[in-house]
């Protein structure tokens, strides 16, 4: 635990989305936030936001795809605010496109983000955690880490492997105070889809998904609309954070957990027809 009166969260990726209603919400419920971003440019609505209402957020430039960014920054700000109680690993970032289409290297940066740079902030800050025997580990994953969708392969992939990853640490963690949670959110309000990295090879000649492709973007358009206020996201990262026996998943929106419900008790074949009707038909 922190030393101060208020207890600290660190989040990645707070310049927007999720990662940013959840420093306002937090910070609003009493938590002094420690919010980063790879750029203070992008950090200035959150600074203006926090000056103007008076909220306990501190922000940092900090690059987590990055070991020398984190290895020089981080230690300051765990010295600063005497450790933190919760880390809230939230940058990342959708790769899309059809599986075949994709590269080696963009496959390899997608997981840099999603899911090494997550690994690096974890093994920053659990000596602390594992020395006081207590904290919070949230790592933000998707519905995505429990079933894919056409053409996400890439990204479900950086999530199935977060949330197996979290999943040992979990068991791991327990026993020495440690909480590992993930939080799958369905579809929310945020700048995932204008952030999202369209593989260079998605409409090359020689690759037949044309037809495939114009059908899936006609339907996402339509459950686009459906996207809700992230502060939902937000206030379930509270839940989370403040439980001290937190579940392990909390997924986020009823269609997400329609969904993942449906893949588990409906057969394979019949799932599968029901996920290409919604979104390649
Ligand atoms: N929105 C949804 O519907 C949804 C659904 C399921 C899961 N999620 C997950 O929720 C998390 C937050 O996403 P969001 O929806 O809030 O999207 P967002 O508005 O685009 O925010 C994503 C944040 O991640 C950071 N980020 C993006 N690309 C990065 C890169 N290459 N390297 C390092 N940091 C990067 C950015 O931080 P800086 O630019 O400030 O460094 C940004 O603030 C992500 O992990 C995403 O996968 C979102």
Known sequence: MSRGERKTVLITGSSGGIGMATAIYLAEKGYSVVATSRSDDRLAALKSLAA??????????????????????????????????????????????????????ELRDVFETNFYAAFRMMQGVLPGMTELGSGTIVNVTSVE?????????????????????????????????????????????TNLFANQVVADRTEASDLRYG????????????????????????????????????????????????????????PERLFQTLVSRALLR
């Open 211 to 266: 037809p495939l492709l114009a059908r899936y973007r006609k339907h996402r358009a339509g459950y686009d609309r459906l996207a809700k206020d992230p502060v939902k996201v937000a206030r379930v990262i509270h839940r989370a954070i403040r439980s001290k026996r937190p579940r392990f998943r909390y997924t986020v929106g009823a269609e997400a957990t329609l969904g993942i419900l449906a893949s588990r008790y409906l």
């Open 52 to 105: 103007e209402r008076r909220l306990p957020i501190s922000t940092v430039v900090m690059d987590v795809n990055s070991d020398e960014a984190v290895n020089s920054v981080l230690p300051g700000v765990l010295a600063e605010h005497g450790g933190v109680d919760a880390l809230v690993n939230n940058a990342g970032y959708s790769l899309w496109g059809p599986g075949e289409s994709l590269s080696i290297g």
């Open 145 to 189: 880490g429990r079933i894919v969708t056409p053409f996400n392969g890439g990204y479900g992939a950086t999530k199935f492997a977060l949330e197996g990853l979290s999943e040992a640490m979990r068991l791991e963690l327990w026993p020495l105070g440690v909480r590992v949670v993930v939080i799958e959110p369905g579809l929310y309000s």
